[in-house]
């Protein structure tokens, strides 16, 4: 019996139409188009503004868009596994009501939450549901609605985030195409320079929390940045000579798109030109969870069969990883 590999076979994605511009930015905190410019490579990033909408909304309108767009029945698909640091509420699986608004009928699903890496993470766990021929159709999603957790009186971060929604289809594949090895990381001593202090089982939301703002992201970006770079490197560097592939055998990187620099101290460090990166954080900004499906979302029509791509993450946790796609 030949391997049964998970092969991404279709994608979705969505954002939403408002844009917070840096000029927009600008007017909110003491910053400007140049600064954030030359420091991330942000221009742009997309909010969802409608406060009748979440996280499930935007995870739903992507799967929408790839079941309208790859004429997929709703009722094949098995499962669901909805990557999202911003969940519509704690406790009320944001899946459940992804599955109810795409008209999952016949799915089942469930949150991951990585942060940043969690897509990423999710990706492998719906990849071992199929190789294992458990399932046939299964759905992985990173969404995020950033802008409900980030203090817009913060310059230090407020620059950085937007939101957005992704998702692919996974399917078996016979032919050696598909996901084929991943390195993951974690490491819970970097916690405290990325995260929401209150809002969770170790600090519950009171007055005080709020008056310190302690639900929203807080975060020492030097560090993440530092951290980034060297682990998104490092897991790169090791899955390559585990898969044994040289540089010049990468097609395409797909990197989490926090910074721009991040993205170009990565390139250099791993031997594999920016011209071999998918980039779209001038239009986005980070959207966390969202970022490399929105990636894969965009570039779609530049992969072809047999490529070979690398596709690399890092967040709070700390958590990190990196994966080998043969498209
Ligand atoms: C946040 C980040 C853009 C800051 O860039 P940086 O080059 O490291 O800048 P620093 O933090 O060293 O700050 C330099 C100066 O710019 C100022 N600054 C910070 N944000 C600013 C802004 N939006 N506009 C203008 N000035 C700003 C700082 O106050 C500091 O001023 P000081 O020298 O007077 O103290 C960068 O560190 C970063 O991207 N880190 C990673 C964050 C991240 O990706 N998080 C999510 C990971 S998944």
């Known amino acids: 019996m030949n391997t049964l590999n998970a092969s991404i076979i279709a994608i979705g994605g969505y954002v939403p139409e408002t844009v917070l511009s840096n000029t927009d930015l600008e007017k909110m905190v003491d910053t400007s188009d140049e600064w954030i410019t030359s420091r991330t490579g942000i221009k742009e990033r997309r909010i969802l503004d409608n406060p009748a909408l979440a996280t499930s909304d935007m995870a739903s309108f992507a799967v929408k868009d790839l079941l309208e767009n790859y004429a997929i029945d709703p009722l094949d698909i098995d499962c669901v596994i909805l990557a999202t640091s911003t969940p519509d509420r704690i406790l009320t699986p944001a899946a459940s009501l992804v599955c109810e608004k795409a008209g999952l009928k016949n799915a089942w699903g469930f949150d991951l ?8 993470y999710a990706l492998s766990v719906g990849a071992s549901f199929i190789e294992s021929g458990r399932y046939k159709n299964v759905i992985v999603i990173g969404a995020d609605k950033m802008s409900s957790i980030v203090n817009y009186e913060d310059r230090n971060s407020c620059i950085l985030f937007g939101d957005g929604a992704g998702a692919v289809l996974l399917q078996p594949n016979t032919e050696g195409r598909g996901i084929q090895q991943n390195i993951f990381r974690t490491d819970g001593t970097g916690a405290e320079y990325l995260t929401v202090r209150a809002g969770g089982s170790l600090l519950s939301t009171s007055e005080e929390t709020i008056h310190n703002k302690q639900h929203f992201v807080q975060q020492e970006g030097r560090t993440v940045f530092k951290q980034a770079v060297k682990n998104m490197s490092g897991t790169s560097k090791e899955l390559m000579e585990k898969a044994s592939l040289t540089p010049e055998m990468i097609d395409w990187v797909i990197p989490h798109q926090a910074n721009l620099r991040i993205i170009q101290a990565v390139s250099e460090d791993i031997g594999i030109g920016l011209d071999r990166f998918k980039i ?7 959207t966390t969870a969202a970022t490399i499906p929105l990636c894969l979302w965009d570039f ?3 992969f072809k069969k047999g490529d070979n791509i690398i596709v690399t993450a890092f967040g709070a946790g700390f958590s990190w990883g990196s994966m080998y796609i043969k498209w």
């Open 113 to 120: 939450n990585s942060a940043c890496s969690g897509f990423l």
């Open 280 to 286: 779209n954080i001038q239009k986005y900004g980070n």
């Open 300 to 302: 779609k029509n530049d």
